[in-house]
């Protein structure tokens, strides 16, 4: 009979400290193991979060998440936003099976953080194509494979909103 090791706790993946998570992909890619990069700010998570997710954490050996922090969230997608704080969307996000590690970023986009965490791949949902990735800079000069994952953009936290206004009014 063979015994599963525990899994993690989700707070037990969840990394503040970005020079310690990149001693462990260090580590990770030291001894051959491909880690898959991807960020967003994952704001009442979703299917299509899901989907990118599991199908970005499919593409290597260990999955790292970069979280937009909520001044990042707060810059990007205005003063309404984030709609759940930080803190509790690493919690989340990090509860999924198939994600090893979450981090979080304060900048408009993730370049500082590749550099610093030097993943393997750096996996884009289908909003993106591998040119209009904001990173693509970065990513080629540190060898940093790009990769678009999940399905085709059916599913936006906007639109999630939407649809919980337009039921508030029925």
Request: positive net charge; contains cysteine; glycine residues 6%.
């Amino acid at each position: 009979m063979s015994v599963k090791p525990r899994p993690k706790k989700s707070k037990e993946k969840i990394f503040k400290n970005r020079e310690l998570l990149a001693q462990i992909i260090a580590g990770l890619r030291s001894q051959g193991k491909v880690v898959v990069f991807t960020n967003g700010c994952f704001d009442l998570l979703h299917v299509g979060h899901t989907r990118a997710l599991e199908d970005a954490a499919g593409r290597g050996d260990f999955l790292v998440v970069g979280l937009n922090t909520d001044k990042s969230v707060q810059r990007l997608k205005g003063k309404s936003h984030p709609i759940v704080p930080q803190e509790e969307r690493a919690e989340v996000v990090a509860a999924l099976e198939f994600v090893d590690y979450v981090t979080f970023f304060e900048e408009d986009t993730a370049d500082a953080i590749l550099e610093e965490l030097h993943p393997d791949i750096l996996a884009k949902g289908q909003d993106y194509t591998e040119k209009t990735v904001p990173e693509r800079n970065t990513a080629k000069k540190l060898g940093i494979r790009i990769l678009i994952v999940g399905d085709k953009k059916k599913h936006s936290t906007k639109e999630l909103i939407q649809r919980i206004r337009r039921r508030k009014n029925l």
